[in-house]
């Protein structure tokens, strides 16, 4: 397990990386990302505070391999970062609204940045600290799994995966994270991992019960105990795929 990002590529001038995740602190909650494998694929995940409340972040996943679209991720994390904080640094803003508005942009961006069509799954939540709720959109993405005294909330998709058409749009709900409640998102190498022997993936439903099973902590255990799990599904027999995971736990 390594940090989000290697170091750039000196060997390539022209070659841009996104700037390395800094998780911001979030008062009464964490959040944090784990990931494992050669970091070849387009996994990718960010965060950034937009306001004095809010906390945005994000887990997407670039069809191709990283070496191809880097560009694309920088591009997406620039309309991400910049306006992101423009559309949620208000305090009177409708959250829903500036969700749809900056998926929308995420979707010509990475349109425009791969001079083509580039399917890009996509979680993206705002996190209000004041208020303990999460505003998010799921653009195709595999479902974001909330833990709380009810038991697991699958958070489906609300839309196409970016990058493929450029007026699509994507619904963005809002839900309470109660005290004590987790969120976990993984990318589609977690579940698409394959056992050594029977070849079975590892699944959505797998990630489920570990997250029943794994008692209440901080984000990075939480991630590294979904990861480890599926390590152990496989055997370590050799990843095709980037695994990575994402949690947001509330703790205060």
């Known amino acids: 397990?390594?940090?989000?990002?290697?170091?750039?590529?000196?060997?390539?001038?022209?070659?841009?990386?996104?700037?390395?995740?800094?998780?911001?602190?979030?008062?009464?909650?964490?959040?944090?990302?784990?990931?494992?494998?050669?970091?070849?694929?387009?996994?990718?995940?960010?965060s950034v505070r937009v306001s004095p409340e809010r906390v945005l972040f994000g887990l997407l996943d670039v069809a191709g391999r990283r070496e191809d679209n880097r560009n694309i991720l920088t591009a997406a994390q620039d309309i991400f970062r910049n306006l992101g904080t423009e559309l949620f640094s208000r305090?009177?803003?409708?959250?829903?609204?500036?969700?749809?508005?900056?998926?929308?942009?995420?979707?010509?961006?990475?349109?425009?940045?791969?001079?083509?069509?580039?399917?890009?799954?996509?979680?993206?939540?705002?996190?209000?600290e004041g208020f303990g709720t999460l505003c998010y959109t799921n653009a195709g993405h595999t479902?974001?799994?909330?833990?709380?005294?009810?038991?697991?909330?699958?958070?489906?998709?609300?839309?196409?995966?970016?990058?493929?058409?450029?007026?699509?749009?994507?619904d963005a709900p809002t839900v309470g994270v109660e005290k004590g409640a987790a969120l976990?998102?993984?990318?589609r190498g977690v579940v698409d991992e394959k056992g050594q022997n029977d070849g079975e993936e590892f699944g959505l439903?797998?990630?489920?019960?570990?997250?029943?099973?794994?008692?209440?902590?901080?984000?990075?255990?939480?991630?590294?105990s979904i990861l480890n799990a599926v390590g152990a599904f496989t055997r370590e027999s050799g990843a095709h795929d980037d695994r990575t995971a994402l949690a947001l736990v509330r703790n205060g």
């Open 184 to 187: 976990l998102l993984v990318s």
């Open 143 to 170: 479902p974001g799994l909330l833990r709380d005294s009810t038991g697991i909330t699958e958070l489906g998709s609300t839309g196409l995966p970016l990058g493929l058409f450029s007026h699509a749009t994507c």
């Open 1 to 46: 397990m390594r940090s989000q990002f290697q170091s750039r590529a000196q060997e390539n001038p022209l070659i841009v990386e996104p700037v390395p995740t800094v998780f911001p602190k979030i008062a009464g909650a964490e959040i944090a990302a784990v990931f494992v494998g050669k970091r070849v694929a387009g996994d990718f995940y960010d």
């Open 205 to 224: 439903q797998r990630v489920r019960e570990c997250l029943l099973e794994t008692p209440s902590s901080g984000a990075q255990s939480l991630c590294a």
């Open 91 to 128: 305090p009177d803003i409708n959250e829903s609204d500036a969700m749809t508005e900056l998926s929308l942009r995420l979707n010509r961006g990475l349109i425009e940045a791969s001079s083509g069509v580039r399917s890009c799954p996509a979680f993206v939540a705002c996190y209000h």
